[in-house]
């Protein structure tokens, strides 16, 4: 038996444990369309051994002709492989770039707000923030101007703290530069209520 016989065969025997292994492949480890194409130059390969084998066996020369074609269409078959699996290594580069930037953005935040704590705390006026007419926070003093504690304001609508009314034309002149808008502003007077 020629050495070249034996080689071919056991190529072919490899390339086909290959492809065997190629269909099982779970789809969370390699996507759907890389599983396609990895088969396809798996099997094409194949195709070449069993035609090699056949050639060097005395066999038939009959499938030599078509090994051309299936060694041309290997590169796009392995390319279109890769291409998947380059683009997700890409994505998940993208991802990362994405995530730290995410976690930057969130550290930066936390910093503001923690500055803005600290300031708020130190003055000596009441400062609450206020998200759709609720109150979501407020400094040491706020509570204390109002007569409550810390927790009974905490999600209390603040119209239940402060009536506005708009005052009279003759106190609330309009202002000669207005805005690009041509918006007047409007002036209010705040009533606060205690709790008692």
Do not use: C
Not at 140 to 151: L, Q, R, S
């Amino acid at each position: 038996m020629d050495l070249t016989l034996i080689f071919h065969i056991f190529s072919t025997i490899g390339f086909g444990l290959a492809l065997l292994l190629a269909f099982r492949i779970q789809k969370n480890l390699l996507g759907h369309p890389s599983r396609i194409f990895l088969s396809l130059f798996l099997l094409i390969y194949f195709l070449v051994g069993v035609s090699n084998v056949l050639k060097q066996g005395g066999v038939t020369n009959y499938f030599d002709r078509f090994e051309y074609f299936a060694e041309i269409l290997f590169p796009p078959a392995f390319l279109f492989f890769i291409f998947p699996i380059f683009s997700l290594y890409i994505f998940s580069i993208y991802m990362k770039q994405d995530f730290e930037k995410r976690m930057e953005i969130e550290q930066s935040l936390i910093e503001s707000e923690k500055k803005f704590r600290n300031l708020s705390e130190e003055i000596a006026d009441g400062v609450a923030v206020i998200i759709d007419g609720k109150i979501k926070w407020v400094n040491k003093i706020f509570p204390k101007i109002f007569g409550f504690e810390y927790d009974e304001l905490l999600d209390k609508n603040i119209d239940s703290l402060m009536q506005q009314v708009p005052l009279p034309l003759h106190e609330n002149p309009v202002p000669q530069n207005n805005t690009a808008d041509n918006q007047s502003e409007t002036r209010y007077e705040t009533t606060g209520f205690l709790k008692d």
